[in-house]
């Protein structure tokens, strides 16, 4: 019993499996995960290390160095960034994707990375703090809000902002809260020396009480009775009136010294501040709420939005909390588009199918299209794959394809009941002759996607699900177009039933066709000549398609990287920001800016990344009515910058659909010596000023730093019992403070800073005139007398390595309007032809080479993916002449989508060549259905001349509406920024191709099986 008997004879089972799919599909709709934009892993750690004091060549070679050489050592790191900086080590560790395709595996190299860490913090020089592992970097906060309040103050705010992310973090599916922005508090303790020598007090002494008064001590336990009681005394300080009376010293007359004798306490903002932020001109604390992984953000996004309701009532009056990004929402409106994306994309295929195939052809294929959408969407359900534009865009995709066996099957079926056949035994003898033909189609047309689902790295990560998606999408509509097909036929045709003129295949359509492959059979070897010239002619051309990686976003958003000379202080940085988000907030079409200054804001979509803590560094995220409006607004913001701030530099840009980030254009120089890489990468930066059309030309060194060096007298200084530590403390403590101690209020810890009281801390001009103490004396002596003067210096202000090796970048992106493979591939040339000293390289990032690492993880898998294909149709036929014939097919794709992309100027980004791709996928399945039909028509025993004709008379329709269905299912891709590449290669490729195969296929045939015209029945008689 074959699978159309089966499901006919069983008619009951087979409504059971229609229910099911219909039922599992709704299902699945309402409950599955939605997401905007798919998941994928940030495979990074940042490995945090202070050295308070070192310089940056001190911090790479005593703190850096150790570290990357440790992390080396882990066969599963694939990349080790460092930046060292005065005081600090921030190193970047990529992992290789192979050692971690999922989170779950991630999470245990992080566990390694840890304890090698841990192994080599014993060999960190003294005064180095044990390093920080930060293996969070790549949390999403998708639901974003900043927090205002104009009469309160930063810590009143804070308290609020601590009060709300403990409510959120009870709502059921919330990860993580995270605040950001907050000005971090501390207790000054300004000592007047000339007080505390008038008293004989210690200031030494009293930085060692302040120190221990608030430690959390055990004082014991004791048993009274039956029971143990704790023994816990009383004295931590509580307040900072207890800091102002506490004992510091007695004098010898018996009077008692408090703290407040000789010092200022008072409670205040530590300065300078690490980061700030403004939400629309008001200082404000950001709050970002993480989902767990895997959640439904749009439920998620409900459930906070309702916490959030709920707590109003206990919000402060005049504290605000502003919603600048909600991820729920968003994917909410974008999954609400891709549905009526697919519904219309479902309503073109339809009117197709009932335009071309008559009412009852197009009910049964429309009816077995509905059920491999609904048993797909089951099905992805179940194999965890959400609901996001790749997974709803490979469903528009594959909608085409999902009919073109339901379309062969439904086409056998009505001509055998057109002729008088039994319903049955024709539905029988049509999927018997077609299933494994079918089927091979199918597989291939699956197996062309499948190098991008098992291609490693974070691209084919991001559009992975598009080849399982088609995979579960191919595979019901051929599983149902064997069985549910010839029931649906069963259930709706008729015996002897009349064909509209459509469905005839004597019709003008079918005659002018028979004549026009007797014309080109007879023509074969001018019929193959100009099909080369035009695949010739196609090649030529592609020098004149575009490239790129991957589109601009259509996030109504855009960004403002703004940078003063490296080494300005965040005050004067900031006091610019507000000057462009004043301008900014006053363009037509801007709702809402949002600023950092100091670093990035939180991590709140997959695709942003924020900058490193840098003083001279802002940001603006700037969200505006329509995203169509971002490049009108993009000069405007970068001519008043330029106008107004002469002195910085400044980038706006938008976001882009896919990974990604920095600049579009990246010149990278390794090598052993600093200075030379400067050298290399200011003759870069000149190049690309040199060609007019880049701009935000910079290094990521950034600008030198100047240094003040008081030069230490070891003679002098030994003299006067003052160490190289009093030296540093004594500066210290006059222009930024010591911490000295931490004050507990309830769970912070707030650093107790020491310092000079205003009217004794000296300026800059004034630093000779500091008084340094000797910490083996108590004896306090002026500067001059422990140094030789002073001197300022300049060195870099930080240092980068990548892998141990010296790495310097010259980037640079393209003017608005301008591709950056354009400006990329003008100044190549010259960049390339710098002259490099011996043990030097030059190698290039940003797009061009997130573009080729992209494109070479998928040429990883391609062979495998053809030679799979090759299999399946050489299996498929047994033979080798055919699947040569096939095969000959797939390079015709090029002639259409060479055409298709330099009329519409569309560039060849990354979806485009996925669907290259898919492309020779359905060449080959069309190739299949026809060369299949050949084969049969010959072993029927007619003339292998009138075979070969008439095979492809009755295969035309079945292959012209296959491909028109997905021609036309494609369409409302063309409006998603998005598949609009891989829409025009599949357009235009298909179209062509389909068109050329019809022609081209019985001409191959006929050239290799050495068919002749005289090979007809009419020759015979």
Known sequence: MNFAEFSIRNQVFSVIVILLSLLGGWSAYQDMSRLEDPEFTIRTALVITQYPGASPLEVAEEVSDPLEQALQQLQEV???????????????????????????DLQLIWGKLRNKIKDIEVTLPPGAYPPTVVDDFGDVFGLYYFITGDDYTPAELRRYAKQLKSELLQVDG?????????????????ISRNNAAALGVSVNNIYNILSQQNRVLSAGDVRVGEQRIVIDPSGAIDSVVAIQNLLVSSTPDGKIVYLKDIAHVWRGYQTPAEKLHRYNGQMAIALGISNVLGGNIVKIGEAVNAKIADAESRRPLGI????FYHQGKTVAASVDNFVVNVLAALAIVIATLLIFMGLKSALVIGGILLLTIFATLATMDLAAIPMHRISLGALIIALGMMVDNAIVVTEGILVGVQRGRDKLEIA???????????????????????????????????????????????????????????????????????????????????????????????????????????????????????????????????????????????S???????????????????????????????????????ESHNSAYGQLLVRVDDYRMIDGLMPQIEGFIDNNLPNAQAKVWQFVLGPGGGSKIEAVFKGANPAELHRLAEEAKAIMVKDGRAKAIKDNWRQPVSVIEPIYSETKARRAGVSRED??????????GQQVGQYREADDLIPIISRAPANERMGITDIKDIQVASSATGKTVPIAQVTEGFRTVWRDGMLRRENRVWTIKAQSDPYPGEMASELHSRIRPAIEAIPLPDGYTMEWEGEYGDALESNDNLASTLPLGFMAMVIVVFVLFGTVRQPIVIWLVVPLALIGVVFGLVITQMPLEFMG????????????????????????????????YDAVVDAAVSRVRPVMMGSLTTILGVIPLFFDAFFQSMAVVLVFGLTFATLLTLLIVPILYAIFFKIKAEETEHARA
């Open 727 to 736: 030296l540093a403390t004594a500066l210290q403590t006059n222009f930024s």
């Open 428 to 570: 029988k003898e049509i999927v018997t002759q077609t299933k494994w033909p079918l089927l091979g189609g199918t597989l291939v047309g699956c197996i062309a996607f499948a190098p991008i689902g098992f291609a490693p790295g974070s691209t084919a990560e991001f559009t992975g699900h598009l080849f399982w998606v088609v995979l579960i999408a191919l595979l019901y509509s051929w599983l149902f177009a064997v069985t549910l097909t010839p029931l649906f036929c069963f259930w709706l045709f008729k015996p002897k039933a009349e064909s509209s003129g459509k469905e005839s295949s004597d019709n003008a359509f079918y005659r002018n066709y028979k004549k026009l492959m007797h014309s080109l059979l007879h023509w074969r070897w001018v019929s193959v000549g100009v099909v080369v010239a035009a695949l010739v002619l196609s090649l030529w051309g592609f020098q004149f398609v575009k490239s790129g990686f991957f589109p601009p976003s259509t996030t109504p958003q855009l960004v403002v990287d703004y940078w003063l000379p490296q080494g300005t202080d965040i």
């Open 572 to 610: 004067r940085t900031h006091q610019d920001i507000e000057q462009i988000e004043t301008f900014v907030g006053q363009l037509e079409g801007v709702n809402a800016v949002q600023s950092s200054t100091g670093g990035g804001g939180l991590r709140y979509m997959l695709i942003y990344g924020p």
């Open 174 to 190: 919330v990860a993580k809260v995270s605040l950001g922005g907050e000005l971090k508090e501390a207790i000054f303790v300004e």
């Open 78 to 104: 694939d990349v080790v960034k460092s930046v060292s900086s005065a005081g600090t080590s921030e190193i970047t560790v990529d992992i290789k994707y192979d050692f971690s395709p999922t989170k779950s």
């Open 913 to 944: 060549i996925l669907g290259l791709l898919s492309l020779s996928g359905l060449l080959i399945k069309n190739a299949i259905v026809l060369v299949d039909q050949f084969d049969l028509e010959i072993k029927s025993g007619k003339p292998r």
């Open 320 to 323: 605000e909390l502003h919603e």
